[in-house]
């Protein structure tokens, strides 16, 4: 398996623009989550799916976020508008069971918002 | 509110040194706890997963602890090389369906 794929890999936009991050997870994985990792705060999770259904999005910072996950083997992190303090590195993660299973994750894509 | 903390924030070591990294959590109730490798500008690695029933978990040169009753976890490496120098990040569950709270993580850099 290619592992969990995330699209772009850098992602450079300007204020006010609408950026849309994409993940693949792991082939028979049911669980996929969004994470943020910047300096600050370190890694913070945003929303996690199950069976392609959103369980947790108490993460997501503002209205400004949402995701979603049409099928089994993709999902969208989206942020419209962009502001400069949504610059972090933004992972995907995928596991077959959440509570016993470890997380998978993807290279991360790193979003400068200017 | 759970919260993990990893001091110090960065270790540097030479080569063949046998190290401890340490990990605290401050609410003892805990599903299971794991120990994550990310080197830069890539993902991140489960390395260990220690279930709360376990005292410790071992893979290779490497051996986590757990103390729950303490809320601390530590990573031994044994033998250090310079392909083990990443940040190491654990992160506690505090039941099936939580999600992972993290520490900041400690740099390590091994010396040859």
């Known amino acids: 398996d290619a592992g969990v794929i995330q699209s772009p890999r850098h992602e450079v936009t300007e204020m006010g623009q609408e950026v849309t991050l994409r993940c693949k997870p792991i082939?028979?994985?049911?669980?996929l989550f969004w994470y943020r990792q910047t300096m600050m705060r370190g890694l913070e999770l945003l929303i996690y799916?199950?069976?392609?259904?959103?369980?947790?999005d108490s993460g997501m910072p503002e209205d400004r976020f949402s995701a979603k996950m049409p099928n089994a083997s993709f999902s969208t992190l989206k942020i419209q508008p962009s502001e400069p303090r949504d610059s972090a590195v933004y992972f995907c993660?995928?596991?077959?069971?959440?509570?016993?299973?470890?997380?998978?994750f993807g290279p991360g894509t790193r979003l400068t918002v200017l | 509110k759970q919260e993990v903390t990893q001091i110090p924030a960065a270790l540097s070591v030479p080569e063949g040194e046998n190290l401890v990294l340490n990990c605290s959590f401050t609410d003892s109730a805990i599903y299971n706890l794991q120990w994550f490798r990310q080197d830069p500008g890539k993902g991140l690695t489960s390395l260990l997963l220690?279930?709360?029933?376990?005292r410790e978990q071992t893979s290779g040169r490497l051996n986590a602890s757990l103390d729950k009753s303490s809320g601390r976890s530590t990573l031994y490496i044994a033998a250090s090389q310079p392909g083990d120098s990443a940040t190491y990040l654990c992160a506690v569950q505090a039941g099936a369906n939580s999600k992972l709270t993290f520490g900041k993580g400690i740099t390590l850099s091994v010396r040859p």
């Open positions: 082939s028979g994985h049911d669980y």
């Open positions: 993660a995928s596991s077959h069971r959440q509570g016993s299973d470890t997380q998978y």
């Open positions: 220690i279930q709360s029933s376990q």
């Open positions: 799916f199950n069976n392609n259904v959103p369980i947790d």
